[in-house]
DNA sequence: TAGATTGTTAATCGATTAACAATC
DNA sequence: TAGATTGTTAATCGATTAACAATC
């Protein structure tokens, strides 16, 4: 039953979105949803919806539609949310504090194990009950401690480096913040949130909601 | 010269990408490069490159490519980045403060006048020269110091009740990082950081490396 | 059974890539 | 001038939407 089919990034884009969704609909209690009544909720095409869903399996009844808290447990599944991940956060400024703490707040399946930083006056530290390491540490502890996950706070200029220690530690995914594109090898995961890029696009639709701009 | 063209979403995103290339290689002194050299480094091709370029006008020279500096600043005009945004942030709990301070280390064209938050014990405190006033005094603030962003820090229960006060007070953008889907009326830009979707994405993507997902 | 809604194929639309004439 | 590379049109590819048969 399992092909080598290749998702496509637009679907992938949307999978978290319907689980959000879906989310909200099993805490209001509904019980079945249809494709056209999901549609007028998440702004996706009721034909899109299906075709989505399609992809994974058919997850639906025919004259019924879907099951709420069925398909909200199927995407957990495709989305791999039925596990546990252990992180580790790289780079503990402002950011990376941030990050601890949001991904504590919403940490089901991911749970920070350890902290790294250079700077020796927080080394030591421990926020949210998780200890601060000395950044030399990193690559053995990803691997005495199976960690799965990297989070990659740091500036710029080391944000290479950093993914350098974390794959050769054998991190299976990098969730990264620094403006780079980074390069890691095929079989690694990688996720970057350019919080710059987003920026500047807020700035272009601003831009473009006010007056046309010099476009040809 | 001006006419009404949708700029596609594609297009959009890749904008600010461009822009970050070009800022690198103005930095190393570069001074003029091929749509082929720009494919190597960016990773789009040739053709979508000047494709996209030709969108918003004619940058190059046929025989000897683009100028860095030139293209540089096109792009930086085109994004909006050659003015400034006067900016608030709403919620100053652990994310907030990282914007704050992430801003203001990027803060090129972005300024924050104003924090705001309900919270009594921090109104009055005072962030990288920034106050913390009360969530009650947002929307005067805002038509008081002209503010152009505001951006939304606190969680989803609140988020679209802060982004009716912002709409409300004349903001002609928000930026959000609150997990939902915010309603605002078309003539205010929306850009959302979806940290949630990010990481579930990542988790994704971990999963469909290692073992082939049960895909139809 | 009749009505509803899925699963899936076919048609359409839009975005990307290829090709090449224009021109520096 | 010859070589290089853009700007732009045409071809291709992929994603979205429409349609409908299958079926609950």
Redesign the interface.
Same mark, same amino acid.
């Given at each position: 039953?399992?092909?080598?089919?290749k998702?496509s990034n637009a679907i992938?884009?949307r999978?978290?979105?319907y689980?959000?969704y879906l989310g909200i609909l099993q805490t209001k209690g509904v019980k079945k949803i249809s494709s056209n009544e999901l549609s007028e909720l998440i702004?996706y095409t009721a034909s899109q919806i299906r075709q989505d869903l399609?992809?994974?399996?058919?997850f639906g009844q025919q004259g019924y539609g879907y099951e709420v808290d069925k398909l909200y447990k199927e995407i957990n599944r495709?989305? =791999?949310?039925d596990r546990e991940?252990r992180t580790v956060i790289v780079g503990v400024? %402002?950011?990376g504090?941030?990050?601890?703490?949001?991904?504590y707040y919403?940490k089901i399946?991911?749970k920070i194990m350890g902290l790294f930083d250079v700077n020796p006056k927080i080394i030591g530290n421990w926020i949210n009950d998780v200890e601060v390491m000395d950044y030399s540490r990193l690559e053995d502890y990803i691997k005495e401690a199976s960690i799965?996950?990297g989070i990659i706070c740091v500036n710029r200029e080391n944000a290479q480096d950093v993914a350098n220690h974390l794959v050769a530690g054998g991190v299976? =995914?990098?969730?990264n913040f620094a403006?780079i594109?980074l390069i890691v090898p095929? %079989?690694?995961?990688?996720?970057s949130?350019?919080?710059?890029?987003?920026?500047?696009?807020?700035?272009?639709?601003?831009?473009?909601?006010?007056q046309?701009?010099?476009?040809?």
């Open positions: 039953m399992s092909k080598n089919i998702i992938i884009r999978l978290p979105r689980r959000r702004g399609n992809t994974f399996g058919e495709i989305l =791999g949310l991940y400024g %402002n950011l504090q941030a990050i601890t703490n949001y991904t919403y399946g991911f799965a996950i299976k =995914g990098i969730w403006p594109d095929d %079989n690694v995961a990688l996720e949130v350019h919080l710059s890029d987003s920026l500047h696009t807020l700035s272009f639709l601003i831009k473009n909601k006010n046309r701009t010099n476009i040809k």
